[in-house]
């Protein structure tokens, strides 16, 4: 068994220009967008706009495709970059144009099995490099579950109007979805609008959502390749999560690696706290060092929300290398 979706089935990610059309098909609520290939045209359409407007390489980018310019020069020169190749390669050379929207975002994961969806516990990331959502964007520097922002009936919204028609639209393309089905959502004035799919787990949602799962995963995986999700009862923790990351110097445009970290045992030790590698390794010496941006994501339960964001910066504080950057408001 293989869990997660089929090659044909990932363009929903890899290609955000094809997933627009697949939810203007199906009349899935998202922002006004149009993909280009020239730039000349690219910047004809920004320069026509009333509202400034948020640009998208429509291939992978690592979580960085996305820029938000204050001004036709910053598009311009994002345009560029991305459809000379210079930015992301090939994932570069069509770029969308899209309505910026306002409104909190959301992160919905769920599960699908061909058919079935299970949603489960909402998150809600964290992309800004720093506080208050300031800086440029990353990969996501923190995460806390549940989100505050959706309630039951916004959840029977979201599935009622989202994910459901996504996952019928998949299959009358001829695409059957099983795996996990990350739907990034912005709470609009007009109700729900998708920002994106990622056919994956999110980094760093998944690591906020896997200590609240108190079902065995590999039976998740299991029923979710079989088509069996309906047969499982999926029980989680009803305790928060709040998830730090904690990022190399120079991230995200240029991270500095091999800063020996320390700390690490002291705040996996350390009651409903959980560490989380990434962008580390061993030296010649045993010691972890820094080896990427991201390097370490650190999670923590709490009966309450605010104390999972308490105990998780406790935590954090126990580790440090040189230059670490890290949020301070995560989950706040």
């Given at each position: 068994?293989?869990?997660?979706?089929?090659?044909?089935?990932?363009?929903?990610e890899a290609d955000k220009a094809w997933a627009?059309?697949?939810?203007?098909?199906?009349?899935?609520?998202?922002?006004?967008?149009?993909?280009?290939?020239?730039?000349?045209?690219?910047?004809?359409?920004?320069e026509s706009r009333e509202e400034p407007p948020v640009l998208k390489a429509a291939g992978l980018a690592a979580g960085k495709g996305v820029a938000l310019p204050t001004s036709m020069e910053e598009a311009a020169e994002f345009l560029e970059a991305c459809l000379n190749g210079e930015k992301f390669g090939a994932a570069g050379k069509k770029v969308l144009v899209e309505e910026r929207l306002e409104g909190p975002e959301v992160?919905?994961?769920?599960?699908?099995?061909?058919?079935?969806?299970?949603?489960?516990?909402t998150v809600q990331d964290h992309k800004r490099l720093g506080d208050n959502d300031e800086g440029p964007n990353t990969g996501g520097m923190g995460a806390f579950s549940p989100s505050t922002q959706v309630d039951e009936d916004m959840?029977?919204?979201?599935?009622?109007?989202?994910?459901?028609?996504?996952?019928?639209?998949?299959?009358?393309?001829?695409?059957?979805?099983?795996?996990?089905?990350?739907?990034?959502?912005?709470l609009t004035p007009a109700?729900?609008?998708?920002?994106?799919y990622n056919v994956r787990f999110g980094d760093p949602e998944c690591q906020a959502i896997l200590p609240r799962l108190k079902t065995d995963f590999?039976?998740?995986?299991?029923?979710?390749?079989?088509?069996?999700?309906?047969?499982?009862?999926?029980?989680?923790?009803n305790r928060p999560s709040c998830c730090v990351v904690l990022a190399s110097e120079?991230?995200?445009?240029?991270?500095?690696?091999?800063?020996?970290?320390s700390g690490i045992q002291d705040a996996d030790a350390m009651d409903d706290v959980?560490?989380?590698?990434?962008?580390?390794?061993?030296d010649a010496k045993g010691n972890f060092v820094t080896a990427g941006g991201r390097v370490l994501s650190i999670v923590a339960l709490g009966d309450t929300a605010e104390l999972a964001h308490k105990k998780a910066y406790e935590a954090a504080g126990k580790i440090s290398f040189l230059g670490m950057q890290m949020r301070t408001d995560i989950g706040a």
């Open positions: 068994l293989v869990f997660g979706p089929v090659k044909n089935a990932a363009i929903l627009k059309q697949l939810m203007r098909s199906a009349s899935i609520p998202t922002a006004e967008s149009r993909d280009f290939t020239n730039l000349e045209n690219a910047m004809a359409y920004v992160s919905v994961l769920s599960l699908v099995d061909g058919r079935n969806i299970y949603i489960l516990e959840m029977d919204l979201i599935q009622r109007e989202i994910l459901v028609p996504t996952v019928d639209a998949l299959r009358r393309d001829g695409i059957d979805y099983r795996g996990v089905l990350y739907t990034g959502i912005m109700g729900p609008k998708v920002l994106e590999i039976d998740i995986c299991i029923a979710t390749c079989t088509g069996k999700l309906s047969e499982l009862d999926i029980e989680f923790d120079g991230y995200p445009e240029k991270p500095k690696t091999g800063a020996v970290i959980t560490v989380y590698h990434a962008g580390t390794k061993l």
